[in-house]
T-cell receptor, first 116, second 113 residues
Framework: AQKVTQAQTEISVVEKEDVTLDCVYETRDTTYYLFWYKQPPSGELVFLIRRNSFDEQNEISGRYSWNFQKSTSSFNFTITASQVVDSAVYFCALSEANSGNTPLVFGKGTRLSVIA | DAGVIQSPRHEVTEMGQEVTLRCKPISGHDYLFWYRQTMMRGLELLIYFNNNVPIDDSGMPEDRFSAKMPNASFSTLKIQPSEPRDSAVYFC???????????FGQGTRLTVV
Protein backbone atom coordinates (compact mmCIF):
# COMPACT_ATOMS: atom_id res chain seq x y z
CA ALA A 1 0.00 0.00 0.00
CA GLN A 2 1.16 3.46 -0.74
CA LYS A 3 2.24 5.64 2.13
CA VAL A 4 3.59 9.14 2.64
CA THR A 5 5.51 10.17 5.74
CA GLN A 6 6.20 13.72 6.78
CA ALA A 7 8.18 13.27 9.94
CA GLN A 8 8.32 16.96 10.83
CA THR A 9 5.07 17.88 12.50
CA GLU A 10 5.95 21.52 13.11
CA ILE A 11 8.83 23.77 12.11
CA SER A 12 9.47 27.30 13.21
CA VAL A 13 11.99 29.57 11.49
CA VAL A 14 12.88 33.22 11.49
CA GLU A 15 12.14 35.21 8.39
CA LYS A 16 14.81 34.99 5.67
CA GLU A 17 16.04 31.62 6.86
CA ASP A 18 15.98 28.67 4.47
CA VAL A 19 13.84 25.70 5.47
CA THR A 20 13.47 22.18 4.09
CA LEU A 21 10.35 20.11 4.51
CA ASP A 22 10.91 16.37 4.30
CA CYS A 23 8.72 13.84 2.52
CA VAL A 24 9.38 10.10 2.32
CA TYR A 25 7.09 7.82 0.37
CA GLU A 26 6.47 4.10 -0.04
CA THR A 27 5.14 2.43 -3.15
CA ARG A 28 5.59 -0.79 -5.09
CA ASP A 29 4.64 0.83 -8.36
CA THR A 30 7.31 1.87 -10.83
CA THR A 31 5.12 4.64 -12.18
CA TYR A 32 3.82 7.16 -9.70
CA TYR A 33 3.33 10.86 -9.15
CA LEU A 34 4.34 13.07 -6.26
CA PHE A 35 2.73 16.33 -5.24
CA TRP A 36 3.08 19.18 -2.79
CA TYR A 37 0.18 21.26 -1.56
CA LYS A 38 0.05 24.33 0.70
CA GLN A 39 -2.75 24.97 3.18
CA PRO A 40 -2.56 28.55 4.48
CA PRO A 41 -4.47 29.67 7.58
CA SER A 42 -7.50 30.46 5.41
CA GLY A 43 -7.91 26.71 4.91
CA GLU A 44 -7.89 26.07 1.19
CA LEU A 45 -5.49 23.55 -0.35
CA VAL A 46 -3.25 25.08 -2.99
CA PHE A 47 -1.43 22.92 -5.53
CA LEU A 48 2.30 23.63 -5.76
CA ILE A 49 3.96 20.94 -7.87
CA ARG A 50 3.53 17.54 -9.53
CA ARG A 51 6.39 15.22 -10.39
CA ASN A 52 6.39 11.85 -12.13
CA SER A 53 8.62 8.98 -11.10
CA PHE A 54 10.66 9.10 -14.28
CA ASP A 55 11.78 12.66 -13.86
CA GLU A 56 14.34 13.10 -11.12
CA GLN A 57 15.44 16.55 -12.14
CA ASN A 58 15.24 19.07 -9.38
CA GLU A 59 12.71 21.83 -9.85
CA ILE A 60 13.03 25.47 -8.93
CA SER A 61 10.25 28.03 -8.92
CA GLY A 62 11.25 31.33 -7.43
CA ARG A 63 12.07 30.76 -3.77
CA TYR A 64 10.73 27.20 -3.92
CA SER A 65 12.75 24.17 -4.92
CA TRP A 66 12.12 20.46 -4.85
CA ASN A 67 14.60 17.60 -4.59
CA PHE A 68 13.36 14.22 -5.82
CA GLN A 69 15.58 11.22 -5.03
CA LYS A 70 14.28 7.78 -5.94
CA SER A 71 17.21 6.10 -4.20
CA THR A 72 15.96 7.34 -0.85
CA SER A 73 12.25 7.57 -1.81
CA SER A 74 12.22 11.21 -0.88
CA PHE A 75 10.70 14.33 -2.36
CA ASN A 76 11.84 17.23 -0.22
CA PHE A 77 10.72 20.84 -0.48
CA THR A 78 12.95 23.80 0.28
CA ILE A 79 11.88 27.38 0.76
CA THR A 80 14.72 29.86 0.39
CA ALA A 81 14.66 33.15 2.26
CA SER A 82 11.40 32.33 3.98
CA GLN A 83 8.73 34.96 4.45
CA VAL A 84 5.85 35.31 6.89
CA VAL A 85 3.42 34.57 4.04
CA ASP A 86 4.98 31.12 3.77
CA SER A 87 3.43 30.19 7.10
CA ALA A 88 1.09 27.31 6.35
CA VAL A 89 0.68 23.57 6.56
CA TYR A 90 2.42 21.80 3.69
CA PHE A 91 1.30 18.41 2.46
CA CYS A 92 3.16 15.89 0.37
CA ALA A 93 1.03 13.41 -1.60
CA LEU A 94 1.45 10.33 -3.77
CA SER A 95 -0.60 8.83 -6.58
CA GLU A 96 0.22 5.40 -8.00
CA ALA A 97 -0.30 4.62 -11.68
CA ASN A 98 0.55 1.00 -12.37
CA SER A 99 -2.63 -0.44 -10.91
CA GLY A 100 -4.95 2.16 -12.38
CA ASN A 101 -5.53 5.66 -11.25
CA THR A 102 -5.24 5.98 -7.53
CA PRO A 103 -6.23 9.28 -6.00
CA LEU A 104 -3.86 11.32 -3.93
CA VAL A 105 -2.76 9.85 -0.63
CA PHE A 106 -1.56 12.60 1.66
CA GLY A 107 1.02 12.75 4.40
CA LYS A 108 -0.01 14.23 7.75
CA GLY A 109 1.49 17.59 6.84
CA THR A 110 4.16 19.88 8.28
CA ARG A 111 3.10 23.11 9.92
CA LEU A 112 5.58 25.85 9.07
CA SER A 113 5.66 29.03 11.10
CA VAL A 114 7.81 31.88 9.82
CA ILE A 115 8.43 34.50 12.46
CA ALA A 116 9.16 38.10 11.55
CA ASP B 1 -12.89 29.29 -14.40
CA ALA B 2 -14.05 29.93 -10.85
CA GLY B 3 -12.45 26.80 -9.51
CA VAL B 4 -14.14 24.11 -7.46
CA ILE B 5 -17.11 25.54 -5.62
CA GLN B 6 -18.43 24.06 -2.42
CA SER B 7 -21.45 24.98 -0.37
CA PRO B 8 -22.13 25.69 2.34
CA ARG B 9 -18.83 26.98 3.74
CA HIS B 10 -19.95 26.31 7.28
CA GLU B 11 -22.65 24.03 8.63
CA VAL B 12 -23.71 23.56 12.22
CA THR B 13 -26.30 20.91 12.84
CA GLU B 14 -27.70 18.82 15.64
CA MET B 15 -26.92 15.18 16.04
CA GLY B 16 -29.36 13.04 14.11
CA GLN B 17 -30.06 15.59 11.42
CA GLU B 18 -29.38 15.06 7.74
CA VAL B 19 -26.56 17.07 6.22
CA THR B 20 -25.97 17.63 2.52
CA LEU B 21 -22.74 19.07 1.19
CA ARG B 22 -22.55 20.30 -2.39
CA CYS B 23 -19.80 20.58 -4.95
CA LYS B 24 -19.41 22.03 -8.42
CA PRO B 25 -16.18 20.79 -10.06
CA ILE B 26 -14.12 22.64 -12.60
CA SER B 27 -15.72 22.38 -16.01
CA GLY B 28 -14.16 19.68 -18.16
CA HIS B 29 -12.59 17.78 -15.31
CA ASP B 30 -13.22 14.05 -15.48
CA TYR B 31 -12.50 13.18 -11.85
CA LEU B 32 -14.17 14.33 -8.67
CA PHE B 33 -12.99 13.51 -5.16
CA TRP B 34 -14.42 13.95 -1.68
CA TYR B 35 -11.89 14.21 1.16
CA ARG B 36 -12.35 14.72 4.88
CA GLN B 37 -9.82 16.50 7.08
CA THR B 38 -9.55 16.05 10.83
CA MET B 39 -6.75 16.71 13.28
CA MET B 40 -6.52 13.05 14.22
CA ARG B 41 -6.68 11.42 10.79
CA GLY B 42 -5.47 14.15 8.44
CA LEU B 43 -6.78 14.17 4.87
CA GLU B 44 -8.73 11.04 4.04
CA LEU B 45 -10.27 10.12 0.71
CA LEU B 46 -13.93 9.24 1.09
CA ILE B 47 -15.00 8.53 -2.49
CA TYR B 48 -14.13 9.47 -6.03
CA PHE B 49 -15.92 9.57 -9.36
CA ASN B 50 -14.76 9.27 -12.95
CA ASN B 51 -17.11 10.71 -15.54
CA ASN B 52 -19.89 10.79 -12.93
CA VAL B 53 -19.47 7.10 -12.03
CA PRO B 54 -18.38 6.19 -8.49
CA ILE B 55 -15.11 4.29 -8.72
CA ASP B 56 -14.06 3.69 -5.14
CA ASP B 57 -16.13 4.36 -2.05
CA SER B 58 -14.06 2.26 0.32
CA GLY B 59 -13.18 5.37 2.31
CA MET B 60 -16.77 6.14 3.21
CA PRO B 61 -16.80 5.51 6.94
CA GLU B 62 -20.30 4.12 7.36
CA ASP B 63 -23.59 3.56 5.63
CA ARG B 64 -24.67 6.90 7.02
CA PHE B 65 -22.53 8.49 4.31
CA SER B 66 -23.60 8.57 0.68
CA ALA B 67 -22.43 10.49 -2.38
CA LYS B 68 -23.92 11.11 -5.77
CA MET B 69 -22.89 12.76 -8.99
CA PRO B 70 -25.98 13.15 -11.14
CA ASN B 71 -24.13 15.11 -13.82
CA ALA B 72 -20.70 16.41 -14.70
CA SER B 73 -21.18 19.69 -12.88
CA PHE B 74 -22.64 18.66 -9.55
CA SER B 75 -22.00 16.27 -6.69
CA THR B 76 -23.41 15.85 -3.21
CA LEU B 77 -22.17 14.19 -0.06
CA LYS B 78 -24.92 13.31 2.38
CA ILE B 79 -24.69 12.24 6.01
CA GLN B 80 -27.83 10.80 7.54
CA PRO B 81 -28.07 10.73 10.49
CA SER B 82 -25.16 12.96 11.48
CA GLU B 83 -23.10 12.34 14.61
CA PRO B 84 -20.65 14.56 16.54
CA ARG B 85 -17.71 12.47 15.31
CA ASP B 86 -18.56 13.55 11.75
CA SER B 87 -17.39 17.05 12.62
CA ALA B 88 -14.58 17.86 10.19
CA VAL B 89 -13.72 19.90 7.12
CA TYR B 90 -14.98 18.23 3.96
CA PHE B 91 -13.19 19.02 0.74
CA CYS B 92 -14.28 18.42 -2.80
CA UNK B 93 -11.62 18.33 -5.51
CA UNK B 94 -11.51 17.73 -9.24
CA UNK B 95 -8.83 16.82 -11.73
CA UNK B 96 -8.66 16.97 -15.49
CA UNK B 97 -7.69 13.35 -16.01
CA UNK B 98 -5.92 10.56 -14.21
CA UNK B 99 -2.55 11.26 -12.63
CA UNK B 100 -2.96 15.01 -12.82
CA UNK B 101 -3.13 17.40 -9.93
CA UNK B 102 -6.40 17.81 -8.10
CA UNK B 103 -7.78 21.28 -7.47
CA PHE B 104 -9.61 21.70 -4.20
CA GLY B 105 -12.61 23.72 -3.17
CA GLN B 106 -12.50 25.88 -0.08
CA GLY B 107 -14.09 23.16 2.01
CA THR B 108 -17.16 22.87 4.19
CA ARG B 109 -16.56 23.03 7.91
CA LEU B 110 -19.16 20.75 9.50
CA THR B 111 -19.92 20.88 13.19
CA VAL B 112 -22.37 18.37 14.63
CA VAL B 113 -23.50 19.20 18.16
Amino acid sequence: AQKVTQAQTEISVVEKEDVTLDCVYETRDTTYYLFWYKQPPSGELVFLIRRNSFDEQNEISGRYSWNFQKSTSSFNFTITASQVVDSAVYFCALSEANSGNTPLVFGKGTRLSVIA
Amino acid sequence: DAGVIQSPRHEVTEMGQEVTLRCKPISGHDYLFWYRQTMMRGLELLIYFNNNVPIDDSGMPEDRFSAKMPNASFSTLKIQPSEPRDSAVYFCASSLREYTEAFFGQGTRLTVV
